[in-house]
């Protein structure tokens, strides 16, 4: 499962964007600021919701995204903080854009304070590092790390996160397990006042380009309003949405960026027993995605039943899909599309 932590300064909204994505109002850990509150979330799919008007499923199973509520990285709690950071698959960085009491918005400021506590942390982690295997009398210690190492503390030292130094296929290789925090895929979260929604707000195009170059996407969202939204009955939230200019809510955008920053993709199984999403890595071949169903089903694979969802759509039914050639068998090299139905036949 993809686990997510959100990060933000005081007053961000980050809390409040925890609860829009989750629809909780405690989660894991609600009690005090200094705590992590974790909750597991669905994952909005319209393909899910197209199979199940379909199929009719006694279960559907769609993706699900754990999120974390991160305390921010205040003073005497650093250790803490990355305690609960490393084991994140990937941040969510909360930006303020509008005004409180806390000062104007400023969400390149907030945005460098953020990214500079994660390069501090990873400078650290690397000098310790090269300082223990030069202390190290042991031949064993792993000394092929030492060129890449230097690498990194050189451009962590100028303030570069370590996503943008590159590595040679060698010296990633040998720092496999050193869990670089400013190296973790990225979203950028700008947390919008309900009148600069659709609006320009200080800095946007600033923090635009910053995004672009580092290769993060960017949402924009105003987390207090669709969070009303969401406590609406279910038949009122779309066209209350539509009214304001909301063409996707906050949950599905923030969701389709962390899959995209981290290369995931979603592929189903479908029926009358059940309608499922798998999450797998982009270019992940039939037999390894045979594998995150069971190991048995990788083991004794055989074929696989391909179809896609657009061609589902557009064809109607499996019958148009057969007639059209567009329902296909597939062997185990064959790399798995976003949006891919598949039957795995196997034998063990």
């Avoid at 501090?120 to 030069?134: C, M, P, T």
């Avoid at 130094?165 to 990633?172: D, F």
């Avoid at 924009?220 to 200019?245: M, S, T, Y």
């Avoid at 190991?295 to 694979?301: K, N, Y």
Wanted: glycine share 8%.
């Amino acid at each position: 499962m993809l686990t997510c932590g959100i990060v933000g300064l005081p007053g961000a909204g980050k809390s409040t964007l925890f609860n829009l994505l989750t629809q909780a109002e405690g989660g894991v850990g609600f009690g005090t600021k200094k705590e992590a509150r974790t909750q597991v979330a669905s994952v909005p799919d319209p393909r899910i919701d197209y199979f199940v008007d379909m199929f009719n499923p006694k279960k559907i199973s769609p993706a699900q995204i754990q999120f974390t509520d991160l305390p921010g990285p205040e003073p005497g709690r650093g250790r803490q903080f990355l305690d609960q950071v490393r084991p994140c698959d990937a941040l969510i960085l909360v930006l303020r854009a509008f005004d409180s009491p806390l000062g104007e918005t400023n969400p390149i400021a907030e945005l460098n304070e953020l990214t500079g506590e994660l390069v501090i942390a990873d400078w650290e982690l690397v000098e310790k590092r090269l300082e223990r295997i030069a202390a190290s009398k042991k031949k064993t210690e792993d000394r092929s790390q030492i060129p890449a190492l230097e690498k990194l503390a050189a451009a962590l030292e100028e303030g570069k996160p370590a996503k943008v130094v590159e590595l040679t296929e060698e010296e990633a290789k040998s720092l496999e397990g050193l869990e670089l925090l400013s190296a973790k895929p990225t979203v950028v979260v700008v947390n919008l006042a309900e009148d600069l929604f659709g609006q320009n707000y200080p800095l946007q195009e600033e923090l635009q380009k910053t995004c672009q170059e580092s290769n993060w996407p960017l949402v924009e969202i105003c987390a207090q309003l669709e969070l009303e939204i969401a406590a609406l009955p279910p038949q009122e939230r779309e066209p209350f949405l539509a009214e304001i200019g909301i063409s996707q809510p906050g949950i599905d955008l923030v969701a389709q960026a962390a899959y995209s920053s981290l290369d995931l993709i979603s592929y189903f199984t479908v029926g009358e027993d059940e309608v499922k999403a798998w999450t797998i890595n982009r270019g992940t071949s039939a037999q390894d995605a045979a594998g995150k169903i069971h190991s048995d089903i990788a083991r004794g694979f055989i074929r696989a039943e391909v179809y896609h969802y657009d061609d589902l759509r557009e064809h109607k039914n499996i019958a148009g899909l057969r007639q059209a050639g567009l329902f296909r068998l597939e062997g185990k090299e064959y790399i798995v599309r976003d949006g891919d139905v598949i039957n795995f036949r196997f034998n063990v």
